[in-house]
């Protein structure tokens, strides 16, 4: 019988299993296979952090399928992820092995590889390993952490501040990152400036420009200009003034290369050069890495995508030494290999950078095996590793100082120009970022800061040369607020800090969106009231556990326990003392404390002080009212006092504080072109339940009849402003077909429902994740998507009595169902594993017969059939209205008009994915 080996994903199981042949059967795991139930007590404190664990349908059908493939087998080699979470998957599937009695008398070897290529999968397999248990370590101490703090902290926060969601340990300071930067935009106060810039020309009659630097014989700091009148002032000392050279400095610079992506610096750029969120280039670096179809053979196209370490291996340093001295010249090649070492915080070196694992496959030569997201960070990850191993940048630098003969007034002008681009005629850091920025609609800076620096370049001139002065101009400046965070900032704030590690920077940024924490506008991150409230909540009552000092510290112990150097149970020890006090601190609490806490904290930035010296609080509608922080069904708000009286509300803004970008800014309608296959025109609208775009306009059928035109409806999270015409076209001409299972061979399609995106595969749909694009999703990952959706029944086999019984999920638990009798299965029988005798004996001792049903009723339910109106008469319930007129029968006294019966509750719609809870299940359960 073959060995088998155990990966994560399908599709590296595919690309592994060409290179290591027929002898070996490669099988997914599909990532985890069991996880801490979501539910207090799995994690138990009083039994030395005693964890339970559990595993799903899929999870327990993945080991399943494993066990099954290890029958006859003689070693099983473990090759999941080479980190900290393809450690413990790899513990959890030995574990749930053993537990089955499935690794008697077998090898268990484990084995990572940083490449899915054929020499370093066989590589690995000539050097196995056992499985790391200081790694396993570090990562029960991260989800104990986690869970503990997740699940004693959360019901605080619903408890004591109504409409709160869970709170999560590293999300928290990453969200307390961002709600205090908001706090600075808000409270800042622009500063006004001035500067004199004068037009100079060379003897030969060269112009150029310099800025004035000394007025008055004083050095000029930045508001030393404050207003118009000394700005003017100024300017007309330079007017007046005979100007000549006082010096000219010049200098040769280098600019060294930045070394090879890690995680964190390859999200930046992503997000910085591409527009692509941190987890969506995480998915599709993920698919670079393990493997694409490149003519007919699955080649791994760069080395694994969560690292730190900025080191490459000593062969592919070689090899693209070679790459550049062919495809350059020996003039950008450095005379030795360039070294490089990590400047993070806690960085651990253990993986190489991010690099293409065979540079002779350069981006040109595997576009067309690419989709576009693949194409274009496949060529971000090629150039930034070749450019790593190319020769410096040369610039030469030139300073001239300008002086008039009483020295009193001075300009400055500064120049540079490329002696030799280096590195630089591959891959730039700040390439593109202007586009970018322009795409995601954000403000272009002036016409002088835009200039390239690299290419501004000064006339000849020598000291002691007469200048003539052209016009001179005095410009008005404002200071700006702190930037607001993109994916990019905040990632990189947080790698400074010490805070998080490589895969966890994508899903912080989604936990922090999913919950509604902060918004996304314009690749910024703004915090929502519920962010701001819960951060100020967390930094009043439980300052020490949002602190970054404290988190950053905390990560180092992890860091140490990866090592063996630290015990994880004695970490856990002495963090769960002092959070365990701290959360029983708090029981006396009431929300009113809360509330006052709160406004005491958040006071100062949404009540300024203002200009007049009036109070900032002082309700503007009543006399004598004081506005505070109130919390209502809806969310935080400002109001006052004197409530009932006074009614006055606003929203919990800083006044004057600018919502750039906010949500529903658009209006009315945009035109955005013509579609070429019908002729008719596409515009992009907002209606009353949100934006879409539409393919021409209402129109008639020969009978008269109205025929609407076809719309669709944006996705939440697509911009209007960067929408385009093709793609409004991909949304109009939804669903679209993705392709076909590779196991089911059925077909795959992706369309927007009314719950957002989603692919189906038959009767099976799956939503689409948030970074996710329904017009791009690919098969591979449709499969993924698809592959973690539990089936809603299984069929057991023909009931004595005749007719199926099946096993169903339904919104509270499994249950039995032959016809319309229906049973819930007891706790202690799992789902895979009930019989059809144990089913039918269940659905005679327990089960009970759904009600009957009727035509639909108004409110879509199943309405009782209507009773005649003699039987109704006979009920004592009033008869039932006809659309037949009949002859209005003499007047009689009216009868007492019966109590309406309770209206039964709307059934609500499932989540995509999860299988509709079948009437009278909540009764059986």
Known sequence: MPDVVVVESPAKAKTINKYLGRDFTVLASFGHVRDLP????????????????????????????????????????????????????????????????????L??????????????????????????????????ARRALDYLVGFTLSPVLWRKLPGSRSAGRVQSVALRLICEREAEIEA????????????????????????????????LEQFDLPDEAS???????????????ASVEKRRSRRNPPPPFTTSTLQMEASRKLGMGAQAAMRVAQQLYEGVDIGGESVGLITYMRTDGVQMAREAIFAIRDHVKDAFGPDYLPGAPREYSSKAKNAQEAHEAIRPTDVSRTPDQVARFLDDRQRRLYELVWKRAVASQMQSAELDQTTVDIVEPTGRTRLRANGSVIAFDGFLRLYREDEDDRAADARAGIAAPSAAAAEDEDERTLPPMRERDPLRTGPVAATQHFTQPPPRFSEATLVKKLEELGIGRPSTYASILQVLQDRDYVRLEKRRFIPEDRGRL??????????????????????????????????????????????????????DL??????????????????????????????????????????????????????PECRYTRPLVAPGAEAEGAAGSFEGQR???????????????????????QLGEETEDAKGKKVKPRRASLPKGMEPEGLTLDRALGLLSLPRVVGIHPETKEEITAAIGRFGPYVKMGSTFKSLDPDD????????????????????????????????????????????????????LPRSMEFEGVTLEEAVKLLAEKGKDLPPRGPKGAKGRKAAPKKAAGAAAADGEAAPKTKTKAKAPARKAAAPKPKAAAKPAAAKKPAAGKAPARAGAKKAT
Not at 78 to 101: F, K, N, Y
Not at 799 to 819: D, K, T
């Open 38 to 105: 979501p539910k207090d007590g799995s994690v138990r404190p009083e039994e030395d952090f005693a964890m339970d664990w559990e595993a799903d349908e899929r999870g327990e059908r993945q080991v399943g399928a494993i066990a099954k493939a290890l029958k006859g087998a003689r070693r099983l080699f473990l090759a999941t992820d080479p980190d900290r979470e393809g450690e413990a998957i790899s513990w959890h599937v030995q574990d749930m092995l053993a537990r089955r009695g499935a690794l008697r008398g």
């Open 107 to 140: 090898e268990v070897h484990r084995i990572t590889f940083n490449e899915i290529t054929k020499r370093a999968v066989q590589s690995a397999m000539a050097a196995p390993r056992q499985l790391d248990v200081p790694l396993i370590d570090a990562y029960l």
């Open 188 to 219: 800042f106060r622009a500063r006004e400036y001035w500067t004199v810039e004068a037009r100079f020309a060379t003897p030969a009659g060269a112009p150029f420009t310099a800025r004035l630097t000394h007025h008055e014989g004083r050095r």
């Open 231 to 245: 700005a003017m002032r100024a300017r007309a000392a330079v007017e007046a003034g005979q100007f000549s050279v």
């Open 534 to 587: 819960v951060t100020a909540f967390l930094v009043s009552f439980f300052e020490r556990y949002v602190d970054t000092n404290f988190t950053a510290g905390l990560e180092e112990k992890l860091d140490d326990i990866s090592a063996g150097r630290a015990d994880w149970r004695a970490v856990m020890r002495a963090f769960w003392d002092d959070f365990h006090k701290a959360i029983s601190a708090t029981s």
């Open 590 to 643: 009431t929300i009113s404390d809360v509330i006052d806490a709160l406004d005491e904290d958040l006071g100062p930035h949404f009540f300024p002080a203002r200009t007049d010296g009036a109070d900032p609080r002082a309700c503007p509608a009543c006399s004598g009212g004081r506005l505070g922080l109130r919390l209502g069904r809806t969310g935080a708000f400002i109001g006052c006092n004197n409530y």
């Open 671 to 693: 035109d955005l072109g013509v579609d070429p296959a019908s002729g008719q025109r596409v515009v992009l609208k907002r209606g009353p339940y949100g934006l879409y775009v």
């Open 773 to 824: 694009d329904v017009l791009s999703v690919g098969i591979n990952r449709a499969v993924a998507l698809l592959a973690d959706v539990k089936p809603r029944g299984r069929a057991l086999g023909d009931h004595p009595a005749g007719g199926a019984v099946e096993v169903r999920r339904g919104r509270f638990g499994p249950f039995l169902l032959h016809g319309s009798r229906v049973a819930s």
